[in-house]
């Protein structure tokens, strides 16, 4: 045996005597080493160390505390081996066509309940069957455990209406999801008046920023096809992974399902739907629901690390701006009428009307009437990577490039301009701007609140122009994942650009265009950027 606790394991001794016995010597070193030296002897039958067993269990102090350690250790034992049993995770992904029998299957132990309980709440409603099919009655079990499974034998109450749900759906739906899969993240779209309603589902679990498990909910009166809205939210950017999770679920009845992409559209696939109104229904769908949080960080780990966040909130306290990341859209929110930029909606009108190339744009404005909380929502929603080739490189610099020109031409200035604003987009090799709120006529007044290390020193200063913005061009070429050539061309072009005098030799976006085209006109001319 490898190690003492196997040793008891294997003698036979009644449950309770091996659960004190270890439960008093696993924070006792010394003890637990002589123990095991006498248990391990070659010399010793089964007998013998059965009988060592017994004497060292005499001498075993009954004081209180003692009493009280050895149920705290029990208790332990139980909530820990139970919790590593919901986490256990799977070696592969099970395809779409076994994956209802897969979801199916019962945990590897029961789980251990009161006597009374099991015999009260459980036999007396099912069959001998379903009754053992995910507990077990038990002298020894763990309250802890208790309370992440009491939901299933007594209920949270519920009403008519949707929000009187939540308590029955958080409970028996998402719990087990959570249990198995502890390190999500899960948001509910409850208000049905929020600026984000059609565009994210009003049940979300996210792992690591990507939005596996979703759900769409109604009450027992609520109108509008809970199935349908699963996939009508839904924007497929999970590359090929084999699919992600659904439900829907109205009043009792909830119906677990996948979805999956084929083309250009997304499908849902029902598995199997369960009454939660029945003590069946809600065992069956903890069962399901554990299974489900099991697969989530294999699906998320094919995903791989650029995936872009969804369902993310960023806060920005100092600014009373809160961020939220859609699937494809960007939720920006403002503490109040007086945060909320009105000169936005000026600027980005006048960039649409120009046709400004490479910017986000304006899907929809609330400055704070009726009520509701300001907010902007901008589209496309994009992500943070920094070229990390020549090629990436030139080619974002192009499309930032293309844009300020036009940009310049109008009279507007964006002065903040770094690789956190100059976004890819999710289904392209290009990249676009956005966060206008620092933008400004030119010449224009020094600004106080910018990082100095990060923008151009004449931006600080009153009466500053373009040139705060093509300074940034050369930070953007110093600071992308490229290490540039002591003869590339693009390295002493940055250089240049971010020269302390660049007041005294101007440099404009459309000179920096011809430089691009100059020096790198295959890479444009193979991207069909000229």
């Known amino acids: 045996m490898s190690n003492i606790f196997e040793i008891i394991d294997s003698l036979g001794l009644p449950r309770e005597e091996s659960n004190k016995l270890q439960a008093y010597i696993i924070t006792r070193r010394e003890e637990r080493t002589e123990l095991y030296s006498a248990l391990s002897s070659s010399r010793k039958t089964d007998e013998d160390r059965l009988c060592l067993l017994k004497e060292f269990l005499k001498n075993i102090p009954a004081d209180p505390v003692a009493e009280f350690e050895t149920k705290r250790t029990v208790e332990n ?20 066509f076994e994956l209802l029998d897969w979801l199916q299957e019962p945990f590897s132990k029961q789980i251990l309940i009161p006597k009374m309980v099991h015999e009260i709440y459980i036999r007396s409603s099912l069959s001998e069957r379903d009754s053992n099919k995910l507990f077990r009655s038990s002298d020894e079990f763990s309250f802890r455990v208790m309370s992440d499974i009491v939901s299933i034998i007594n209920p949270p109450t519920t009403g008519n209406t949707e929000d009187s749900f939540h308590s029955l759906w958080d409970a028996l739906i998402i719990k087990p999801i959570k249990l198995a899969c502890p390190n999500g993240k899960y948001n509910r779209n409850s208000s049905s008046n929020t600026s984000t309603k059609k565009f994210r589902p009003d049940f979300s679990y996210t792992l690591d920023g990507a939005c596996l498990v979703r759900g769409e909910e109604k009450g027992l009166n609520t109108d509008n096809d809970p199935a349908e809205e699963l996939t ?53 769908a903890f069962v399901i629901g554990r299974n489900i949080g099991r697969l989530l960080p294999l699906i998320r780990k094919g995903l791989g690390d650029s995936f872009h966040k969804e369902f993310y909130i960023i806060h920005r306290p100092n600014s009373g701006k809160t961020i939220e990341l859609m699937q494809n ?44 909380v300001p907010n ?39 002065r903040d301009i770094r690789w956190e604003n100059v976004l890819k987009y999710i289904d392209r090799n290009m990249w676009f701007i ?24 004449e931006v600080f200063k009153d009466f500053h122009d373009t040139n705060v913005d093509m300074w940034s061009i050369g930070y953007l070429i110093r600071t992308a994942h490229v290490e540039l050539q002591i003869n590339e061309p693009l390295r002493e072009y940055a250089m240049e650009l971010m020269k302390v005098n660049i007041v005294d030799t101007p440099l ?23």
């Open 434 to 457: 956005i966060d206008f709120e620092d933008a400004a006529n030119y010449p224009a007044p020094g600004v106080r609140h910018l990082d100095k290390s990060n923008h151009s020193p």
């Open 329 to 372: 859209v960007v939720v920006k929110r403002y503490s109040s009428k007086a945060d909320f930029p009105e000169k936005l909606e000026k600027i980005y009108r006048e960039m649409d009307q120009r046709q400004v190339p490479y910017v986000d744009y304006i899907v929809s404005i609330n400055k704070g009437d009726n009520g509701k």
């Open 77 to 96: 034992l139980l909530y820990f081996s139970t919790h590593e049993m919901f986490e256990e995770k799977p070696e592969q992904i099970p395809s779409r």
């Open 508 to 530: 404009s976006a459309e000179m920096a265009i011809k430089f691009l085209w100059q020096n790198y006109r295959e890479i444009l001319r193979h991207e069909g950027l000229f």
């Open 232 to 284: 009508s939210k839904l924007i497929w950017t999970y590359g090929p992974s084999p699919y992600i999770f659904g439900y829907y679920a109205r009043g009792f009845d909830v119906t677990y399902c996948y979805l999956h992409n084929e083309g250009d559209r997304v499908y849902r696939k029902d598995l199997v739907s369960y009454n939660l109104k029945t003590l069946l229904g809600r065992i069956n």
């Open 376 to 414: 902007i929502i901008f589209s496309p929603k994009g992500m943070i990577h920094r070229p990390n080739s020549v090629k990436q490189l030139v080619i974002a610099l192009y499309c930032v490039l293309s844009a300020l020109k036009i940009l310049h031409e109008i009279g507007y200035i964006h």
